[in-house]
């Protein structure tokens, strides 16, 4: 980060100081914090009031830590510091901190982009960031630090090196973008796609259209576009954009194209007409899932806009690792298990499961499905829709995961009686492991995928830690 002194935090906060040498406001801050655990040597720590935890309750710890000053909402302990503690008084720490932020990403001009949409966004921010450094030292979203929270600690990771950022904007809430534009300023902004998702706060698809479109009204006029010409909200999408629009796609033309899809060995390939550079190149994305074709589609158009020619775009690409628990494929166990349980909607589970019916699998595939939350009153239809879907499909076996998931059973196997030949219903990860440890055999593939708070990522831990050993297959290979 850029090195900031007292007096620009208190002007770009709005704050005042309480606490501390009037005359050292020329003191240096050369790191922020909201994790009194994280907090290094001279370092500002902000105390968030969150709804779980409340900063002020650890400014002492970080102050032991070696803070040099902190930033608060109201009087606290702040224990054994001394008379140099630099202490800043403002009416809400949350905006302080963004306004900070804000602060700063006008101290430094460097190409930003921002991305967000219903599924696929932080996998192409990811992969936009793998072209961009090709080149570049580029700033990103670390994981998913996509809220009020993680944008301005992103922004605040900017310095006098960083030559691009991309940031993962995420929303559950009507104006949330458009703050988030307003802090980052992008210079591209990128909708992956639109689809049902957090609709127990938006209420209908066109309300999470709305919101995502957030980012294409706050952007400067003549900023650069990216949108997905399959998407069935495009047109609509196109007709908000305050500048030129670039396209990606695979089904209708557009200025990145993907042809001859394949996937296959845990890799996708694929021919990307990239037509806005006039250049066709063979991709080998280095991970499985025929959907990451669109996030690298959109990846790429994003990274023309920040000046990558088709050369970085190829090596990028090529180059580039998937985020932790979306669609990772492991061997554990005498299976293959795709964990893609970091979250999942309707839309992000049809993709899942598409790619996974896709695959090469010796055995059965086994489908470990958890509730699909914050859907509100779509929520049972959004379910019994994907039971729907697996009907078509060569999925031999369900293993579900909470109050909703049973839905998917019921749609897929209506006539399923009282055995249990093909599905089985759970209460908890731990009778999900066991249900594994009775129905899969070696050879078989596991799809893991379900809401973030169901916690699937411990039926993984389970496996790897060998909880579960297939029995061995009956009867002649």
């Known amino acids: ?96 901190l963004q306004d900070l932020a804000a602060w700063h990403r006008r101290r430094f001009y460097c190409p930003l982009a921002a991305v967000t949409g219903t599924n696929g966004k932080t996998t192409t921010k990811d992969l936009t ?20 929270i993680g944008v301005p600690l992103t922004l605040l990771e900017l310095d006098e090196w960083t030559e691009a950022a991309v940031l993962e904007l995420g929303t559950s809430a009507f104006g949330e973008i458009r703050r988030l534009v307003s802090l980052c300023s992008p210079d591209v902004g990128c909708i992956t796609n639109i689809g049902p998702a957090h609709l127990q706060s938006f209420g209908s698809v066109r ?141 992000s589970t049809v993709c899942a499961l598409a790619s996974f019916c896709e695959m090469e699998v010796p055995g059965r595939r086994i489908f470990v499905c958890g509730d699909m939350l914050e859907l509100g009153k779509h ?22 995961l909470g109050e909703l998931a049973p839905e998917v059973i019921q749609a897929a196997f209506p006539r399923r009686g009282g055995g249990h030949e093909r599905w089985e219903c759970c209460r908890t990860v731990e009778e999900v492991v066991t249900a594994i440890t009775k129905v899969a055999q070696p050879g078989d593939a596991l799809l893991i995928k379900g809401s973030r708070a169901n916690g699937m990522e411990r039926i993984v831990e389970a496996l790897s830690n060998g909880e579960h050993a297939a029995p061995k297959r009956e009867g002649k290979e």
């Open 1 to 96: 980060m850029g090195l900031i002194t007292v007096s620009e935090v208190i002007d770009a906060v709005g704050g005042r100081l309480i606490a501390g040498p009037a005359l050292r406001r020329g003191k240096v801050f050369t790191g922020f914090s909201i994790d009194s655990r994280s907090v290094r040597k001279n370092d500002l720590f902000i105390a968030i009031v969150g709804k779980r935890f409340d900063g002020h309750d650890f400014v002492a710890a970080a102050v032991e830590k070696g803070a040099a000053g902190a930033v608060i909402s109201r009087h606290c302990s702040i224990g054994n510091a001394n008379g140099d503690l630099l202490l800043i008084m403002v009416e809400d720490t949350t905006k302080a």
């Open 129 to 148: 960031w793998g072209i961009l450094s090709r080149r570049r030292r580029t700033l990103r979203s670390q994981g998913n630090w996509n809220n009020h």
């Open 207 to 347: 309300n999470v259209a709305k919101a995502k479109a957030e980012l294409l009204q706050g952007m400067p006029e003549g900023s650069p576009a990216v949108l997905n010409a399959d998407d069935d909200w495009f047109d609509w999408l196109r007709s908000r954009a305050r500048g030129p629009v670039v396209t990606f796609g695979i089904r209708r033309p557009a200025d990145f194209m993907a042809e001859e899809i394949h996937a296959r060995d845990g890799v996708v390939v694929f021919r990307l007409a990239a037509n806005l550079l006039e250049a066709r190149r063979p991709i080998r994305l280095p991970f499985p899932g025929a959907h990451n074709a669109y996030n690298a589609l959109a990846a790429a158009a994003i990274s023309s806009q920040m000046g990558a020619g088709i050369s970085q775009i190829e090596e990028g690409l090529s180059g580039a690792l998937l985020p932790d628990m979306r669609y990772e494929v492991l061997r554990l166990s005498g299976l293959t298990v795709i964990n893609d349980a970091y979250n999942a909607n309707p839309a």
């Open 379 to 400: 929520a049972r239809r959004a379910h019994r829709e994907i039971g729907l879907f697996i009907k078509s499909k060569p999925i031999d076996y369900v293993i579900a």
